[in-house]
């Protein structure tokens, strides 16, 4: 401050301009006075003297309702905000540094009624192409100046946020339960996938510096100095890929923890195919602070290749849902003062002393593709992504010729970004898949048989036969990429390869435990189908959407499966739903649980996270989540609808709602 306010995320153009998303209503006092107010901003910033400060900034876009997401794609930026579900594109035509045109890139009317903090919170321009939000279940491409849909297996629950490795793996987290890494072991496009072991459990301990009694589990969240033992709200985490710090940083997890004020680090071990991290230190972690106000939200690898921490550096950090007067957190707010602290930010860039920050400025807005083709051998990640980028969104065929020598003699990451470009720009051929396929790098040869789904789709026998030759693959990664590409597949030599592959790999977790999850789903869908169809068509309407709110939200801490959230070593943040006679019960005192929310010992357990009130929910939501958990398959219970006119009858008679 006071360049930027409230700053929660940040991206840079193909120019090297820094967009900062700004909350600047989010929690100025404890019950969220003014918060959605459309005060909010991004801004822009630019280092017009090339000394790797920011000195100039403007107002790039005024006027918003708590911005939640920034995406450079070429010229223009896109965002999202809360409540609503559009995406809008934003273009600076005058070279102002101030936003004069508007227009909708993707249409959604439904409001989100979630709370704000469960709405999704980042967009992230994948090594395929595909643009993933950190939650729901839709990714996009963007096509002729819009973006595409397309509908995933299942709803991704990660928060704030969203990373992925050089290799396209993408990284999520979740606050709400405290977990600290979730879907980490496949794409989304194949269905949410996670292990109990996927992390070390000194990965999930937290070593803050300072006492930390405004976390929302109160005292049985605090060792006896009142520091944070475990994760609470981690979010913003990103794996490093720059190269002005020391190498032994690429591909390490950073995650921050705003409630703790540390940022973790860890690293990301490949166990036969299978994602494990564990700390990179015993009992500390990569950073601490001793301020009561330093929030650090998100991080990200920037052009100079150095490491950047937005730090929101804000007193309160719990949504109003949590600090109503009488709560424990809304007593410490108080106490501690936390609401004085508001109106300021901090945007941190971590360099070393061995190293100088790369102070080439980026032009990539006003360069021809045949220049931008060389970005994609840079050895910062992002570089080479933005480069990827730019050439796709420009459609510039021009370069293919070039692509294709890249993918046949360039670096390993150069023949990566460069089969993926191809794949952008709707040019990759038989004759560079089979070379890709074929590559001596066993990361190429995974993402070539990535690559090759649209192959498949097509039943292209060529490309089927080239896959059917790699079943004894020396990398367990390509064996699990080819059963993961395949599987969907009606091909008879596709449906063949899967079956060898699993037969071959007996022992392999990853590989195993995917292709179940994949066959149960498919069978729960086939029961939930015919179950619906047993209710009439009002009641299958409420139960659908019960669904997709209870996959947006609920399942945080219950599960998508009702069984809980057991990952790690941390303890299930809510109780099982399947067979709880709370569910399946008298239809006022389950309304009435969601209404005023719930604490204390569960059937004699303690749980560390305490359900919210909902009642800022409508009427419709209420019932269509209630309805679906008393009536899910996935949950063995089979109990009658709660209407809407029910949960409004019982909402006029219950204290305070």
Known sequence: EPMVQE????AWDGNGAMYVVQMNTYMKDANATEEYEPTSRIMQLVDTDNDGRMDQVSIFIDSLVLPRTVLPVGDEVLVTVTNQQHVWSYKDTNGDGMADEKRIVYK?????????????????WNLDNWIYPSRDNLRYKYKNGMLMADT????MIGQWGLTADNYGKLFYSEAGPGLPAVQIQQMPAYGALNFKDQYSEDFTYLWPVIGNVDAQGGPRALREDSTLVRFTSGAGQSIFRGDRLPTNMVGDYFIPEPVGRVIKRGKVINQ??????????????????ADMNFRPINTYTGPDGCFYIVDMYHGIIQEGEWTPPDSYLGKKIVELGLDKNKGMGRIYRVVHKDFKPDRTKPNMLNQPASELVQYLSHPNGWWRDMAQQTIIIRNDKSVVPALKKLVSDGEQLARIHALWTLEGLEELDEETMT???????????KSAVWASELFIQQNNAEVITEL?????????????????????????QAKDLVKELLAANSDNELMQFSYTVFEETKIKTEIELARLKNLSPADRELVSKGATHYKQLCSNCHGLDGKGVLIGSNPMPAPPLIGSARVTG???????????????PVDGKDYPNN??????????????????????????????VITVDEVKEVRSFTKHM
């Open 435 to 445: 070379l890709a396929l074929r590559d001596a790098d066993a990361h190429v040869r």
């Open 586 to 600: 008298d239809k006022i005192a389950l309304i009435q649980l969601m209404l005023m929310g719930l604490q204390g």
């Open 468 to 492: 059917s030759k790699m079943a004894t693959d020396s990398s367990a990664d390509v064996r699990i990429q080819l059963t993961l590409s395949l599987r969907t597949s009606n091909n008879n």
């Open 7 to 10: 700053p929660v995320a940040i």
């Open 108 to 124: 959604n009317n439904t409001i989100d009624s979630r709370n704000l903090e469960h709405q999704n919170g980042g967009f992230y």
């Open 152 to 155: 995933l297996v299942d709803n």
């Open 272 to 289: 036969n195919g299978k994602i494990r991290i564990e700390s990179a230190y015993k009992e500390v972690d990569w950073l601490a602070s």
């Open 611 to 640: 359900m919210p009130p909902m009642a800022g929910n409508s009427d419709e939501y209420l019932a269509s989540v209630l309805s679906y958990i008393r009536n899910s398959s996935d949950f063995n219970n089979k109990a009658s």
